[in-house]
């Protein structure tokens, strides 16, 4: 029962891995900030390549396909859609490197 | 003539090999490392594939190795604050 060898889930099952279903606050900053970080890059290069008269077809890709930061709806901020769930969505955490990739747009109704 | 003031800011451990050829192509080593390219469609193109590990400015000269960093050496001696009256 007690003791180093108690059977607990992680001992006894293997890999017991425990993700909270949603963001805590803190993580919902740094990731508003991380957005608007890439939101700056984007418009440095942008307008660096306007005051030279030219343009980039991946920036205007960018620029009208993808929504600022403050233009997203936090449902679309914090969580993605998934076929597998219920109700279609589940956190945004749980995409593979999520801090380092850009995951703003859902299919449209979902 | 406008540069592209490049810093990697986040390492590209664990992602895919394509983009990890962009950081290499940019001349990005390491974290923190900083480079200076023309600011060309080309090279904002190359950004653009790696804009969530890197930040940008435009600047209008290439710095040097050594300016780069003296922007972040902190000044040398001490100075104070408020004097403490003596005892």
Known sequence: MFGPFRATNPLSGGLLWKIPWRLSKFQKR????????????????????????????????WKAEMPTEEEMLPKDKYTMFDRKEKKYRKGIHKLPKWTRVSQRINPPGY | ??????????????LP??????????????????????????FA????????????????RRLTKGEVKAERTPEKGFYIEKAVRRM
């Open chain 1, 30 to 61: 740094r990731h508003r900030l991380r957005l608007r970080a890439v939101d700056s890059v984007v418009a440095t290069l942008d307008a660096a390549l306007a005051k030279r008269g030219q343009t980039l077809e991946a920036i205007e890709r």
């Open chain 2, 1 to 14: 003539m406008s540069f592209f003031r490049i810093t990697l800011h986040r390492s590209a451990i664990g």
């Open chain 2, 17 to 42: 090999e394509r983009t990890r050829g962009v950081l290499q192509a940019l001349g990005l080593r390491r974290r923190m490392q900083t480079v200076f390219h023309p600011a060309e469609p080309q």
């Open chain 2, 45 to 60: 193109g190359m950004i653009m594939k790696v804009k969530e590990l890197v930040r940008v400015q435009e600047v209008e």
